[in-house]
């Protein structure tokens, strides 16, 4: 299982959909049981992050919100919104590629992943804002 592949997998996904190329993917037991992209201009909904479309998957696939034996994998560091609702489902480790920018005072609940292909990722989101610009 390459995590990392995958995440980029999804990111291409949303970046082609015209969403940001963020991917979210959240193991249990050495599997993976939900796997996400941002859809929020697709659905016009803000709360549509990579990280709670994942959570929201799997708390229905194990039939609850409780999901303190898994591990969250996503693309860049979560924003606020996203670490509240992780924290909420107690999910017990959260793993990303890239820094997130736009998050200020981020309280540290997530150490970092250093990817292969880490620059490939950063370059899928650069593109992205420079082509809305």
């Known amino acids: 299982m390459n995590i990392e592949k995958e995440l980029y997998k999804l990111s291409l996904k949303a970046f ?3 969403e940001i190329p963020v991917a979210c993917i959240i193991i249990k037991d050495n599997k993976i049981i ?16 990579a990280e709670i479309l994942a959570i929201k998957k799997a708390a229905k696939k194990l039939n609850t919100w409780n999901l303190s034996d898994c591990t969250l994998y996503c693309t860049l560091k979560p924003c606020k919104m996203c670490e509240e609702i992780i924290k909420q489902s107690y999910i017990k480790e959260v793993l990303y590629i890239l820094e997130n920018d736009k998050v200020i005072n981020y309280k540290y609940i997530s150490k970092q992943v250093y990817a292969y292909n880490r620059e490939d990722f950063s370059k899928l989101l650069k593109d992205f804002f420079v082509n809305k610009r």
Do not use: F
Not at 34 to 49: F, R
């Open 16 to 18: 082609n959909e015209d």
């Open 34 to 49: 939900s796997k996400a992209y941002n859809k929020k201009n697709k659905s016009n909904s803000v709360i549509d992050h």
